[in-house]
């Protein structure tokens, strides 16, 4: 939910039910092979961020997160930097992050405290936000064998992320990449003020409060105690699981009669029930999302969204290389300056942001579509490598080029 002055994204997920929607988001196309790339990505660029060149070792786990950790390795040597991996386990075969693994051509340390020992920067891609026991043994031995500044991946090794407390020995982290909350960064890039994040459990609260951005706000749960007031503009979908109590939550913002843009999650608790979108104010599916919810676009993607947007009540975007933008009136508007790189995760996230960001600022909500639409496109760069978080950083300056088109600017 996004408050002119104080928005508030959509709530935070458990580990068991960010697991679950790692899982859905394999089903509406974003393979967990991809979210593993851009993840990777991520990782590597924070590291080139805050350090200069140096001898990096990463950490890998057997798991997913340890594939984060091979994608960010891989990256870090194409550009010049000495590291090396060490694996507690391999990764199971036939597993994104066996696929990760297999394309690393790099160094590989054992798993040993000498590993780390000579270290300047360590990669902890060991566990992450769903450990389930204590870290004991040969892998506390390593992680408190560490000298050298840690960036971790998700979560520090060793922290529980459904409580926030240590299980065993737990790796200190000077940063923490994490992923989530792209729609929540648009939405403060395209002007929506600060934030509040809503945590689902104490537990999840405390850990995003020794990570948050400055400007953000953490609220403790429930989600639902948010739901009224003026201002507030909600943006809900992106994280959000398909269970009873997300859907209860969908269902009770809709008739609070705030304005709201749904997405991702909040589509898919609508599959085959378009009509529980009434009360939405902008809805942003992609093909397959929309074909879950209204049925197959067709050929006529004009007529499909118009449709839809009659049915809802809501203006309706629909995503892709011709972004159809239809409202319930009828009007209409075809956006074309979408370079080919925003078909990769974590885009629609920052689309529903910049909606909500529009929203909250009074825009109408046809013209807030298509100016957000617009603006995402702009933000994207037309070239190779092009990711969710470089269309935040973007922005700004798309929105510099549309205060140059205004008459007299």
Do not use: Y
């Not at 926030?164 to 989530?180: E, K, S």
């Not at 705030?258 to 997405?263: E, H, K, N, R, S």
């Amino acid at each position: 939910m996004i408050r002119k002055t104080h928005p508030i994204p959509p709530e935070l997920l458990t580990p068991a039910e960010m697991a679950r929607a790692d899982a859905l988001a394999a089903v509406a196309g974003h393979p967990t092979a991809a979210l593993m790339a851009a993840a990777g990505r991520a990782v590597a660029r924070a590291v080139r961020r805050r350090w200069r060149p140096r001898r990096v070792v990463v950490l890998c786990g057997p798991g997913d997160n340890g594939g984060d950790g091979w994608v960010a390795a891989r990256l870090l040597a194409q550009e010049g930097w000495p590291v090396a991996v060490a694996a507690l386990a391999e990764p199971r075969p036939g597993g994104a992050a066996a696929e990760a693994a297999a394309r690393w051509r790099g160094p590989r340390l054992g798993w040993d405290p000498v590993a780390v020992s000579r270290a300047e920067v360590v990669v902890d891609a060991v566990f992450g936000a769903g450990l389930s026991r204590p870290v004991e043994g040969t892998v506390a031995d390593v992680l408190r064998a560490i000298a050298a500044p840690v960036l971790a991946v998700d979560v520090p090794s060793g922290v529980d992320g459904g409580t926030g407390q240590v299980r065993g020995q737990a790796a200190r982290a000077v940063a923490t990449v994490t992923f989530a909350r792209l729609e929540a960064a648009a939405a403060r890039r395209a002007g929506a003020g600060m934030l509040t994040v809503a945590a689902t459990s104490p537990g999840a609260a405390f850990i995003l409060r020794g990570v948050a951005m400055p400007g953000d706000i953490i609220a403790d749960p429930p989600p639902d105690a948010l739901i009224g007031g003026k201002g507030r503009v909600w943006v809900l979908g992106p994280g959000l699981p398909p269970d009873e109590r997300a859907g209860a939550l969908l269902d009770k913002v809709l008739a609070a009669g705030q304005p709201v843009v749904a997405d991702a999650g909040a589509l898919t608790l609508c599959a085959g029930n378009p009509e529980r979108l009434r009360g939405a104010t902008i809805v942003t599916p992609h093909a397959g999302e929309f074909a879950r919810v209204f049925g197959a676009v067709g050929e006529d993607r004009l007529a499909s969204a118009r449709a839809a947007a009659a049915r809802t009540g809501a203006v309706v975007v629909l995503k892709g290389s011709d972004t159809v933008v239809a409202a319930p009136d009828g009007r209409v508007a075809i956006n074309d300056n979408a370079p080919p790189g925003l078909a990769t995760a974590g885009t629609g996230d920052v689309l529903s942001g910049i909606c909500g960001a529009f929203l909250a600022q009074g825009m109408p909500p046809f013209e807030a579509a298509a100016a957000a639409v617009w603006v995402h496109g702009a933000a994207a760069s037309p070239g190779r490598g092009l990711i969710a978080e470089d269309v935040v950083a973007g922005i700004p300056a798309a929105l510099a080029r549309t205060e140059e088109a205004r008459p007299g600017g």
